[in-house]
């Protein structure tokens, strides 16, 4: 019989692979991104991701929402095991490398107006007063608790740039799909495994494949704070060279940030 998982078993075995090789692959490859702005882009979103995700996370593991075998931990901080706090950063950096791999060059021409704005905001707000109204029932807190916590994200990502992002649907929808359906799969042995445990009892009982729809969602949403936030790095910082007149000057954003990606590009370089 198979020797059961443990958290950092999981991560070794399912998530670090694919991240070495997209990684070795980027480094291999000339992409059609700039690798300072991309590294900062990929800084800042995995530290997001561990200061918004760890109050979260910490409270549905108090609440029962989900748990973890017997064994299957190192050890804690704040109300979350070491091996989530890992699966924040991780898998920010394998769903950005292969987003690199695949988003192409920035699209020229595309205009986002104030009423854009508006509407991206409303329709993140949408998403969150729908997972308020799924909390307040037992059956349906999971996938509440999701909606809730990610429209606030969405509304900010949708209302700085959804008509760019509907533009290259196309490769936002491949940078998102190939990921989600790869970590979909992991997780869905790691719960047979017995890993981690989703409750019946916050859970609406609905699976694809043995996975619930909860967890599905939770990697869809994910991964899409990933792809969009670094799409929308990339177009809003082209825009701000446009607006200064002369792309090789006057660009106080971008070269701040390339000024701090300094350190992340020579590292990837050698």
Not at 43 to 56: E, G, K, R
Not at 139 to 154: D, E
């Amino acid at each position: 019989m198979p020797t059961p998982l443990t958290y950092l078993q999981f991560h070794a075995l399912f998530v670090v692979p694919p991240l070495v090789l997209l990684a070795v692959a980027a480094w291999r490859r000339r992409l059609a991104v700039d690798r300072s702005v991309a590294g900062v882009g990929l800084a800042v979103i995995a530290l997001l991701a561990v200061v918004y995700t760890t109050p979260w996370d910490a409270l549905l593991i108090d609440r029962g929402v989900w748990w973890y075998g017997d064994g299957r931990v190192a050890g804690w901080a704040f109300g979350v095991p070491v091996g989530e706090f890992l699966f924040f950063v991780l898998q920010p950096a394998l769903t950005a490398l292969w987003t690199y791999h695949v988003v192409g060059p920035v699209v020229k021409g595309v205009d986002h107006s104030r009423a854009d704005w508006v509407a991206g905001a409303l329709a993140g707000a949408a998403v969150s007063l729908v997972g308020l109204a799924l909390l307040t029932r037992p059956s349906t807190l999971y996938l509440g608790a999701v909606l809730a916590w990610s429209g606030p994200v969405l509304a900010l990502q949708w209302a700085v740039g959804w008509r760019y992002l509907l533009r290259t649907r196309r490769r936002v929808a491949l940078a998102v799909g190939v990921p989600t359906l790869y970590l979909w799969a992991v997780d869905r042995y790691a719960i047979a495994d017995g890993v981690w445990v989703i409750s019946d009892a916050y859970t609406t009982g609905l699976a694809i494949a043995g996975l619930p729809v909860e967890e599905m969602t939770f990697f869809l949403v994910t991964n899409l704070f990933v792809v969009q936030g670094l799409v929308l790095l990339r177009w809003v910082l082209a825009r701000w060279d446009r607006a200064t007149g002369d792309p090789d000057r006057d660009r106080p954003l971008a070269t701040a940030l390339e000024r701090a990606g300094a350190g992340v590009t020579r590292r990837w370089r050698r």
